[in-house]
């Protein structure tokens, strides 16, 4: 597997072609994993290019990044201008977003608050899992692998070093056939999947955790909830057992790769009747009208690329 090179990539401040984006050896956030970033996308609305909640996602990108005391020395308005930028001179109507903010050289002494050094990369990624998957639903595993404790690296923040354990989970679910982990969190609660969040529904509503349970607070799981509720269907957040995914009608996961995609399965028992339920469906094609800007009422939650609509086309 490798990345189709895009044009240009922003780094600290500056455009720089592909082959030129590098970070040095020494750089503290290689040896360490001391990161943070977020994955966004851009979809292709009717007037242009527009990304999805990119306010909540600088928002958890600048919160990810206090706990860590990694001083972004750029404003998020400064950044959000340098996102779109790198997406129009790479010329995409729709992309995966991933800017990263990571401690540079200075010292590898564990103590030592390097330089901060910040990478705005954008490619073409269409859903992690395929348009098979988001109508069928996935088979999914229950991994050996406990999603850490809050108490341990806080769950709530995006940091690069948090994803071993996902890497972990998915490779081991991977060499057993299955599409993705599923973590438990220390108390044998449901935690989340490697890379998204959970919902479950039962009789009509839907539930799904909070941080109380180990997970990030995804952006995709908070516009869910809302979308939900919007159309009329109960939403509770409490802690989830393994019994009720089992025994749940309906299950999907959410998250920015793999935006809603059902669960048809875990370790080989069907999830309801074993394929995509009707609410899953009512929620996803709601969230697909919403981020095409069909939605007038959500349109709140599109940042365009260009500044007036129809500037693609003239510039
Ligand atoms: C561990 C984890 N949980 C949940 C999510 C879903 O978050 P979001 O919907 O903001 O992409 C992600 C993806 O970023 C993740 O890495």
Redesign the pocket.
């Given at each position: 597997m490798s990345f189709e090179k895009t044009r240009w990539v922003w780094q600290d401040g500056e455009f720089l072609r592909w082959d030129e984006a590098k970070i040095h050896s020494s750089a503290f956030g290689l040896h360490y994993g001391a990161g943070v970033f977020e994955?966004i996308r851009c979809y292709e609305a009717a007037d242009g290019p527009a990304i999805f909640r990119l306010k909540e996602?600088m928002d958890?990108l600048y919160a990810s990044a206090a706990v860590y005391q990694l001083n972004i020395p750029f404003t998020p308005e400064e950044l959000n201008e340098a996102i779109c930028e790198t997406i129009r001179r790479n010329d995409f109507k729709s992309c995966y977003i991933r800017p990263t903010a990571y401690f540079d050289s200075g010292s590898l002494g564990i103590r030592s608050v390097c330089p901060v050094g910040i990478n705005i990369l954008t490619w073409e990624w269409p859903n992690d899992f395929g348009a098979e998957k988001l109508a069928k639903g996935m088979r999914v595993t229950v991994s050996p692998y406990k999603k850490f404790h809050s108490s341990m690296i806080p769950t709530t923040a995006?940091a690069t070093g948090?994803?071993l354990n996902?890497i972990l989970a998915v490779r081991e679910a991977a060499s057993r056939g299955y599409d993705e982990a599923i973590l438990l969190d220390v108390n044998g609660n449901l935690a989340?999947?490697?890379?998204?969040?959970i919902f479950l529904i039962k009789d009509g509503r839907l539930l799904t955790n909070d941080q109380n349970s180990s997970?990030?607070l995804?952006?995709?799981?908070a516009s869910v909830i809302q979308i939900a509720r919007d159309l009329g269907y109960e939403v509770e957040i409490r802690s989830l057992k393994l019994d009720e995914l089992l025994n749940a009608d309906e299950a999907f996961l959410?998250?920015?790769?793999i935006e809603i995609t059902p669960i048809r399965e875990v370790d080989g028992r069907a999830i309801g009747n074993g394929a995509r339920g009707p609410i899953t469906e009512t929620i996803q094609k709601t969230f697909f009208d919403i981020v095409a800007g069909r939605k007038e009422e959500y349109r709140h939650w599109l940042h365009p690329v260009w500044k007036q609509a129809g500037a693609r086309k003239a510039a």
């Open positions: 994955g996602h958890r995006k948090n994803y996902s989340e999947g490697a890379v998204e969040n997970i990030l995804g952006i995709t799981r959410t998250g920015t790769a």
